[in-house]
C-alpha cells in the first residue's frame, strides 16, 4: 500500500482500484495503517466531500527505512 502513495494522495477508492480489492478492504486496511500513525486521511482541498489518504511523518520513515534495507540488500549481492 506504501508504494501508491508515495507520490500522491488517492482516496480510498482510487486506492481500491490500484490495489485490485473493494473499496472495504481498502478502507479497513487504511484505517488499521491509520491507526499505527502510518497513514492519515484528510479532506480533498478542491472538494471537502473527498478523503485523501497520505503518509504521515511515520510512514515517511518506514519508507526510507525500507529503501535502505533494499540498498543494504543489494551491495550484499
Request: charged content about 30%; glycine content about 8%.
Amino acid at each position: 500500500m506504501f508504494q501508491h502513495l508515495v507520490e500522491r494522495s488517492p482516496t480510498i477508492g482510487e486506492l481500491a482500484e490500484r490495489l485490485g480489492v473493494t473499496q472495504q478492504a481498502a478502507s479497513k486496511a487504511v484505517a488499521e495503517l491509520e491507526g499505527l500513525g502510518y497513514v492519515a486521511r484528510a479532506a480533498d482541498p478542491a472538494d471537502s466531500r473527498v478523503r485523501r489518504v497520505s503518509l504521515t511523518a511515520r510512514g515517511w520513515d518506514a519508507v526510507e527505512r525500507a529503501r535502505g534495507a533494499r540498498r543494504s540488500e543489494a551491495a550484499l549481492v
